[in-house]
Structure formats: structure tokens, C-alpha cells
């Protein structure tokens, strides 16, 4: 049975008459297309079906428009919910004029990424992410030349009102692994789980976390492209989930001043013949091999540039700031949660020994977040660099209790999403050396970091209001 009727069976068999065709542009917002099951011919599910890629953020120009949707297959689900008679699937975008894939497709750029680990290293790549996110009671929020604010209630955590719930209210810090009743989502998060799994996505787990109203998600390790799918499907489900609850949700880095925000960490490691690229049990630190410091060394030292990739909003530098266990310092350490690069102490087998990286947040792009951090990693090992030798620890303390002037010996995140896409211009000779990501994809893609900045920095705000009106 060809791919064709396969679908066409699965699409008979499930009673459905819908086909949404799911696509993420490069700023990770997700498209769709839908298309009557009638009206799907064997020749657009084998070679895509045509849409104007020209008003898509980031992908062409009004004269160079014509793409092709091209599902794949291994991704079908069913949307559920509210749509019990559509199935859904993700797409890669391919060129109109030759079938190729489009060079600025996220999609594309990670298979890219992974075909130059084959090549070079005969292996493969594992990914685990983790993704944060906050559950409200209501938003309200509006802006204009004459004014603008923004109201969030959240019933789990006291407010200035002093109106609470219905049971005893969580800390502003106080929510990590909060139980039933105090923890308001836990049923959402139960029905989230289970229609991922309907779907063949699996979940090691989910809780709450440490912030009132927020919740965290953990997938399980899955080879790069699966993974980038992965992180992008729990969104949507999520989305679709708490408008079916109507409970607005937020993946935004720091929607709320004075909590802990929402990151997206990366565990991560390669491996060969199912063995960690990563372990080495003589090692004198932490079983980590010389190539996993390499790898190490490499990610810490194009950090600053995958900053405009991994946290790539204005807001994702509201939450990079010390104190709310957000990495600003460039070391690694075991177990250490300051550290923007984390080995875990509780995986500690060649079967997948580790590492985490913390610093990404949900506004990241997955497909492109993982391919810069998987270069990053193979130029460490290309150049041998050495993370003890650059200065990168390892530290197992909290470098938050340092002196300041020891403190500052440390290299540091960018502070701004300028700053960021400045990094990237000045260091993506590792990501367009061969042709994985476009160079005319970098400079458009820094130029549009750099206008969102300037758009918001314009902007006057009601806490501007609030400190200079009356001087």
C-alpha cells in the first residue's frame, strides 16, 4: 500500500471529511491550510498542494511567492477536540518551480543540520525539551496613542484585591509540584497528556511549576526532527486545549513582573550504535568524554549568537535577568541550575549521558533553535575547544553568591534582542558554512530581531507613565 492510501484509508476509516495542512514560519508562528478530503487528489498529497508563501513572515517576496505544501505523512494526527471530523498533518514547503525544498523551510534547515552530524560524525542527535507555560483566569489588555494596559487575573495566587479561590492560594514562587486542589490545572494538563498520546506523542510527564499559574510539560528524548514536531504539536494542542477550556495560556518568556518565567530547556546529546557520544565513564568530570566538552565548549562559545534563535522576542530578555533561575552566565556545572549548560547527575549512563541546555524559552523556533545548537556543538568539536581553557567552568556553585568583580571574569548572554541579533551577524560563519542555514536568511532574519526592538522601544508604557509624569 503507497503513502496515498494509506492516508486515504486512515482518512475513511477515522469518518473524517478534513485535512489541515500545518506549516511554522520562521518566527515559529503556525499556518494551515484545509483542504475537503474530496477534493484531495493522490497527486497533491505525492507533490503538495500550491499556496502564496509571499504574506508568510520571513519567506518570500510578492515576486518569488509560489510554494508547495508537502505533507509528511509520519506526522498525521487527529485534531480532536472541537474538530472530530479533521485530521491534521505537518508539511514541509517545497519549491513551485522544481519540488525542492524551500532553503528557508524550517523544516529543511534541521534535516540539513542533521545530514552534516551523519556526515561527519556517523551519528545521530537526541533531544528532550521542556516546555514551560502559564494558565490564566482571564486577560484583558489594549494599547493606542492614548493609552494602554494589560489585567491578568490569576485566581491561583493571591491578588491585590484580595480575592482568592476557592481553596488555599499558591505563593507567587510557591507552585512547584503543587498538588490538587491548590493546583488549578491539573485536569488541563491531564486532558493535554492524554490527546498527545492519542497522537503518538509521548510524555515522561507534567506538574506544576515553581510560579503560580504555571506548568511544565517534559517530553521524551526523540531524534532532532521529531523532536522540533514535538515541541511544536504541544503548543498547539495546548493552544487549542485552553481555548476549549477558555483559559487563556501564554508560552511567552515573562508575562507576569516579579515571577519566574517560562523556559524551554533542551537536554541533548549524540549518539552512535544507541551509545552517548557524550560518556565516557574515565572521565574525571562528571563521566563527560573530551568530544561532550568539546560539544560543550562549542554551545558556550556561540552562545551569545543562538541567543537571537532561542530567545528570540523582546520579552525573553525580561526573563534572562538574575534570579529566577534564568542562565545570564556563560559556564557549565553538574546538577547546577544557574549554569546555562547543566549536567544532570540523574542520567548517568552511556545510553544517554547529557546535557542541558537552559537559556531557550518557547518563543523559539524548535526546528531552527536545535539546528544552531546542534552546529554550535559540532564546531566545538571540529576546533577541539575546550570549555576549562575558554573559562567556562566547570562550576558546581552558585555563581549568584559570587563577588561582583568575580561575577564579571564570566562571559554573559546578550542582554537585549538587538544585542542578540548583533552576535548573530558578527558569529554565523558556523551556521551558513555548508549551506544548512542561507546567509540571506541570517541578515533578514537579525534585521527583523532588530525592528521588533525598535517598534517596542517606541512605545510608551504605563510604567514610564508612572515614574516621569509628575517630574
Known amino acids: 500500500m503507497n503513502v496515498y492510501q494509506d492516508l486515504a484509508v486512515r482518512l475513511e476509516s477515522e469518518g473524517l471529511t478534513f485535512l489541515n495542512l500545518h506549516y511554522t514560519d520562521i518566527f515559529s508562528g503556525f499556518h494551515t491550510i484545509t483542504v475537503h478530503i474530496n477534493e484531495l487528489s493522490k497527486s ?9 508563501s509571499s504574506s508568510v513572515p520571513g519567506f518570500g517576496k510578492v515576486e518569488s511567492g509560489d510554494m508547495v505544501l508537502k505533507p509528511d505523512l509520519d506526522t498525521f494526527f487527529l485534531e480532536g477536540f472541537d474538530n472530530d471530523d479533521t485530521g491534521g498533518v505537518l508539511c514541509d514547503i517545497v519549491n513551485a518551480e522544481d519540488g525542492d525544498l524551500m532553503d528557508r ?6 534535516r540539513r543540520a542533521e ?11 537526541y533531544w528532550l525539551p521542556e516546555l514551560e507555560f ?11 496613542d492614548f493609552g494602554a494596559f494589560f489585567k491578568i487575573k490569576l485566581l491561583e495566587v493571591m491578588q491585590n484585591d484580595g480575592k482568592g479561590g476557592r481553596y488555599k492560594n499558591l505563593e507567587r514562587k510557591g507552585g512547584y509540584h503543587a498538588s490538587s486542589p491548590e493546583d488549578h490545572g491539573f485536569d488541563f494538563r491531564n486532558h493535554l497528556v492524554s490527546k498527545l498520546e492519542e497522537n503518538g506523542i509521548n510524555i515522561k510527564y507534567h506538574h506544576h511549576e515553581v510560579a503560580g499559574g504555571q506548568h511544565e510539560i517534559e517530553l521524551i528524548p526523540q531524534m532532532s526532527l521529531e523532536a522540533a514536531d514535538n515541541v511544536v ?7 487549542k486545549l485552553a481555548s476549549f477550556y477558555d483559559s487563556p495560556i501564554t508560552f511567552m518568556p515573562k508575562p507576569l ?5 517560562n523556559g524551554m530547556h533542551f537536554h541533548q546529546w549524540l549518539a552512535k550504535d544507541d551509545v552517548s557520544l557524550f560518556w565516557d565513564e574515565h572521565a574525571e568530570y562528571a563521566h563527560i568524554s573530551k568530544l561532550g566538552r568539546n560539544y560543550i565548549a562549542g554551545l558556550l562559545y556561540h552562545a551569545p549568537a543562538l541567543t537571537a534563535f532561542t530567545n528570540p522576542s523582546t520579552n525573553s530578555f525580561r526573563r534572562l535577568v538574575p534570579g529566577f533561575e534564568a542562565p545570564t552566565k556563560l559556564f557549565y556545572g553538574l546538577a547546577n541550575r544557574v549554569a546555562a549548560i547543566r549536567i544532570p547527575k540523574y542520567v548517568d549512563t552511556p545510553q544517554k549521558k547529557r546535557i542541558e541546555y537552559r537559556p531557550p524559552d518557547p518563543m523559539a523556533n524548535s526546528y531552527l533553535a536545535i539546528s544552531a545548537m546542534m552546529l554550535a556543538g559540532l564546531d566545538g568539536i571540529a576546533k577541539k575547544l575546550d570549555p576549562i581553557e575558554l573559562g ?15 561575577q564579571n571574569k564570566l562571559d554573559s548572554l546578550p542582554s537585549s534582542l538587538t544585542g542578540a541579533a548583533d552576535a548573530l551577524l558578527n558569529d554565523c560563519e558556523f551556521l551558513i558554512k555548508e549551506g544548512v542555514f542561507p546567509d540571506n536568511f541570517i541578515r533578514s532574519y537579525a534585521k527583523q530581531l532588530k525592528d521588533d526592538e525598535l517598534k517596542l522601544s517606541r512605545f510608551v508604557t504605563p510604567y514610564e507613565i508612572a515614574m516621569y509624569f509628575g517630574r
Open 134 to 144: 502559564f494558565l490564566f483566569d482571564s486577560i484583558s489588555y489594549s494599547y493606542s
Open 115 to 125: 545530514k552534516i552530524l551523519n556526515e561527519k560524525l556517523g551519528a545521530v542527535s
Open 392 to 406: 567556562y567552568g566547570p562550576y558546581d556553585d552558585d555563581v549568584t553568591e559570587w563577588s561582583d568583580d568575580k
Open 44 to 52: 497533491e498529497i505525492s507533490s503538495g498542494v500550491a499556496f502564496d
Open 233 to 239: 504539536m504541544v503548543k498547539y494542542f495546548a493552544k
Open 105 to 110: 523551510c524550517p523544516r529543511a534547515i534541521l
Open 257 to 261: 513582573n516579579n515571577f519566574p518565567g
